[in-house]
């Protein structure tokens, strides 16, 4: 379908599924919501049953569980139907416009079979583009993002996980706009007194449309069980988020998780900091965790949230906030070891307030011996400190 956008023809198309494998797709999340509700339990009869104690806790943790499950498989059926309703915008290029990049480009040695232009409106354009290098060349993806830049008058740079070197034989690579901003990371930590491990993980990634996350999480108590806890969250937020699940959803899968595990206690903290770095805009849930702080030049901006962890109750209390990040700002994230350690919350901040340094490694370490100082080298939980800068990108 063709329409018209700013002057210029649209080409609107969804190119993810052709109609057959729609129609499946969403055949699909159909039956996961019939098989979901085939777990929710309900007493139709209206029949009064009694029970001791014993079985009536056993029997509501059956059915907690089951409700877990129908929510998993609700929340899958929902992803499948936004995937088979998923469209691109298309701007085909113009004739005189595509023969001009081919040309340049084979002159370079890329021989360029086709061009889709993606527009988004966050991310800028993308462009998906069937390549293939000549005989005579070796060149990266980098190499054709500076081509490709000079053409279409914006910085471009290779999707993540994209080909390294263009390859011999044609196949696609997209190309992104890049982002407006940059972040660099650091963490430091101290393992709790006459613990092998420590109890806290935590986890930098980017998610591949222009998103980087930072969390961590605090599994309750101290050594092995403690630090099984936290990987477990951690592990399953990495592959929740790259999956494409939101943030939300995959706290609350993970939560499900945990409770169901119902032969032993499973609790833990969860901290997200989710930059978009074509916006600057920052996205913080807190479940149950420590305190977050925003830092630009002298000002500290304290953030916390009044819940339970994960693995208590079967639905989630997670606090939601969001902030807008400015060049040269940074972003702190600590487990609870660094608060008590520190004894007085006023102090931690002027010292927050007072400290110009740029290099979020260097400010990490810098936090950590300042708490280590403060207590006098005794670690009586374990202390995990984790700084985010971010800046905005040069012409």
């Known amino acids: 379908m063709i329409k018209k956008a700013n002057g210029t023809a649209r080409l609107t198309e969804g190119i993810v599924f052709p109609a057959y494998g729609k129609k499946k797709l969403l055949g699909y999340a159909d039956s996961f919501c019939d098989l979901a509700k085939t777990f929710t339990y309900k007493n139709t009869t209206g029949e009064k ?66 061009i889709c232009r993606m527009v988004d409106p966050v991310s800028g354009i993308k462009l998906a583009i069937s390549l293939r290098v000549d005989d005579k060349h070796v060149l990266t993806a980098e190499d054709a993002a500076d081509f490709l830049s000079v053409l279409f008058g914006k910085r ?20 992104e706009e890049e982002a407006a901003y940059s972040i660099l990371t650091g963490a430091a930590m101290a393992t709790q007194e006459n613990e092998k491990v420590s ?14 996350i930072m969390a961590l999480s605090d599994g309750m108590g101290s050594g092995e069980k403690a630090m099984a806890d936290s990987e477990t969250v951690i592990d399953l937020l990495e592959k ?9 959803t995959a706290a609350e899968m993970i939560n499900g998780v945990l409770v169901a595990r119902a032969e032993e206690e499973n609790m ?24 977050t702080y925003i830092k630009r030049d002298h000002m500290v901006e304290q953030i916390a949230a009044d819940n339970l962890p994960l693995g208590i109750f079967h639905k989630i209390d997670a606090d939601n906030q969001e902030r807008q990040l400015e060049d040269g700002s940074f972003v702190v994230m600590v ?28 400010l990490a370490n810098y936090i950590l011996q300042f708490v280590l100082h403060r207590a006098k080298g005794k670690v009586g939980d374990d202390m995990t400190v984790l700084t985010l800068g971010i800046w905005e990108n040069g012409e």
């Open 49 to 114: 049953i009694i029970q001791d104690r014993q079985t009536c806790l056993m029997k509501r943790r059956l059915l907690e569980n089951r409700e877990i499950l129908a929510d998993h498989l609700n929340e899958m059926a929902r992803i499948m139907r936004l995937l088979a309703e998923e469209s691109f915008e298309l701007y085909p290029l113009k004739e005189k416009e595509m023969k001009k990049i081919m040309h340049i480009c084979k002159e370079n040695g890329i021989l360029i079979q086709d």
């Open 156 to 175: 471009l740079l290779p999707e993540k996980n994209s080909l390294f070197f263009l390859p011999k034989e044609y196949d696609t690579i997209i190309f």
């Open 199 to 212: 109890g806290d993980t935590y986890s930098f990634m980017e998610n591949g449309n222009g998103n980087f």
């Open 240 to 248: 929740f988020m790259e999956a494409g699940f939101s943030k939300k």
């Open 268 to 291: 833990s903290t969860l901290d997200i900091c989710d930059i978009n770095l074509y916006t600057g805009s920052c996205e913080l849930m807190k479940i149950g965790s420590s305190y």
């Open 335 to 362: 487990s609870d070891g660094i608060v008590d350690g520190v004894g007085d919350e006023e102090l931690f901040l002027d010292m927050l307030r007072q400290t110009m340094i740029q290099n979020p490694q260097e």
